[in-house]
């Protein structure tokens, strides 16, 4: 294990003197952020997330902003694990972390979801983007979140930030993100809309309820600022609709979608829509954003891998898949057709 377990038993029973029992702790597989572990009592469970060691990009692994949205969003429709803990002192565990709740249910790193019967997988697909509506709708005002990032300009910020991330950690040239980057600029829509954005919202950041497809549980907030609800929608979209099922992430791009239960990519929008207030239509500069955004994401994932300090073992498989999510996003800005 990675972590001292003497340290963190420790410091569990000075903040809660009632814990009996020895201390049992599972660290969380299929994630490449934060490393995340499940930390067990004879009668009580958290979870304890916390950065990766190692040298790391500017901004990146802000464990501290994951508790502050998450701890904001107690008290609205969006669900997320119970805040208890943030911690700075690196001498616990090695690096600042904090402590949350844990919520029971089922965690799917398959977009088809595998195991689940096939009449209730559409149900869970439009629980999803109910819940992502949800999040875009929340008065961040209200929950004292106007100051969680910028407002307005937001694609041209993204677009520079990731412009900038890839040439940190870009293993070679790559004519398709060269091509990206200067297409995105040009053709950034003129709408823009800010609203709360989780930044990585997808199937494997859920938990579902243990036997109805309702979402239990939004996890994983380490790119979650203020921004463009059409990014985070289009963000979910590529991830399923647009990763092949023998690909990280085992997306749904090449399966029988109505034979295996699952929605259109227009029905999940639709469904989305339904619940939200948005007015704006997702098109095909918000998908190709989304994939250089994941391109350049799983190529960073890759480089830390490289280094030695990526939160996963197989963090070197995005960096095989990058180019093709680059691909795929170069090819949607040379279709005709306006978006989905």
Same mark, same amino acid.
């Given at each position: 294990?990675?972590?001292?377990?003497?340290?963190?038993?420790?410091?569990?029973?000075?903040?809660?003197?009632?814990?009996?029992?020895?201390?049992?702790?599972?660290?969380?597989?299929?994630?490449?952020?934060?490393?995340?572990?499940?930390?067990?009592?004879?009668?009580?469970?958290?979870?304890?997330?916390?950065?990766?060691?190692?040298?790391?990009?500017?901004?990146?692994?802000?464990?501290?902003?994951?508790?502050?949205?998450?701890?904001?969003?107690?008290?609205?429709?969006?669900?997320?694990?119970?805040?208890?803990?943030?911690?700075?002192?690196?001498?616990?565990?090695?690096?600042?972390?904090?402590?949350?709740?844990?919520?029971?249910?089922?965690?799917?790193?398959?977009?088809?979801?595998?195991?689940?019967?096939?009449?209730?997988?559409?149900?869970?697909?439009?629980?999803?983007?109910?819940?992502?509506?949800?999040?875009?709708?929340?008065?961040?005002?209200?929950?004292?979140?106007?100051?969680?990032? /910028?407002?307005?300009?937001?694609?041209?910020?993204?677009?520079?930030?990731?412009?900038?991330?890839?040439?940190?950690? /870009?293993?070679?040239?790559?004519?398709?993100?060269?091509?990206?980057?200067?297409?995105?600029?040009?053709?950034?829509?003129?709408?823009?809309?800010?609203?709360?954005?989780?930044?990585?919202?997808?199937?494997?950041?859920?938990?579902?309820?243990?036997?109805?497809?309702?979402?239990?549980?939004?996890?994983?907030?380490?790119?979650?600022?203020?921004?463009?609800?059409?990014?985070?929608?289009?963000?979910?979209?590529?991830?399923?609709?647009?990763?092949?099922?023998?690909?990280?992430?085992?997306?749904?791009?090449?399966?029988?979608? /109505?034979?295996?239960?699952?929605?259109?990519?227009?029905?999940?929008?639709?469904?989305?829509?339904?619940?939200?207030?948005?007015?704006? /239509?997702?098109?095909?500069?918000?998908?190709?954003?989304?994939?250089?955004?994941?391109?350049?994401?799983?190529?960073?994932?890759?480089?830390?891998?490289?280094?030695?300090?990526?939160?996963?073992?197989?963090?070197?498989?995005?960096?095989?898949?990058?180019?093709?999510?680059?691909?795929?996003?170069?090819?949607?800005?040379?279709?005709?057709?306006?978006?989905?």
């Amino acid at each position: 294990m990675d972590i001292d377990c003497h340290h963190i038993d420790r410091f569990l029973k000075n903040m809660f003197p009632d814990l009996t029992g020895d201390l049992h702790i599972q660290k969380t597989t299929g994630g490449q952020s934060n490393p995340t572990y499940i930390l067990s009592y004879n009668d009580r469970v958290y979870v304890l997330r916390r950065r990766p060691d190692g040298v790391l990009l500017p901004s990146a692994h802000s464990v501290s902003r994951e508790f502050r949205v998450q701890k904001a969003l107690e008290h609205t429709g969006v669900k997320v694990p119970k805040m208890i803990s943030h911690c700075e002192d690196e001498s616990v565990v090695g690096t600042e972390f904090y402590l949350m709740s844990y919520i029971p249910g089922r965690v799917f790193h398959d977009n088809s979801l595998t195991g689940v019967d096939i009449t209730q997988r559409r149900k869970m697909y439009f629980e999803m983007a109910r819940m992502l509506a949800k999040i875009h709708a929340v008065d961040i005002h209200k929950v004292g979140l106007d100051t969680f990032g /910028k407002h307005g300009n937001y694609f041209a910020r993204q677009i520079h930030r990731w412009s900038k991330q890839w040439h940190l950690s /870009k293993p070679s040239d790559n004519r398709h993100i060269n091509h990206l980057t200067g297409w995105l600029a040009d053709n950034i829509p003129d709408d823009d809309e800010t609203t709360l954005v989780h930044g990585d919202y997808r199937i494997g950041n859920l938990v579902f309820d243990t036997k109805h497809p309702s979402v239990e549980g939004v996890l994983d907030w380490e790119l979650s600022t203020l921004g463009h609800p059409l990014a985070d929608l289009a963000n979910c979209c590529a991830y399923a609709w647009f990763l092949n099922s023998d690909e990280y992430g085992h997306g749904i791009r090449d399966l029988n979608l /109505k034979e295996q239960g699952l929605p259109s990519i227009e029905e999940f929008i639709d469904i989305y829509h339904q619940e939200s207030n948005l007015k704006e /239509k997702l098109t095909n500069f918000h998908l190709s954003f989304a994939l250089f955004r994941m391109s350049v994401i799983f190529t960073g994932v890759a480089d830390r891998a490289r280094r030695g300090n990526a939160a996963s073992g197989n963090a070197l498989e995005l960096g095989k898949v990058a180019p093709k999510l680059a691909q795929r996003g170069f090819e949607l800005t040379k279709q005709k057709i306006p978006g989905v």
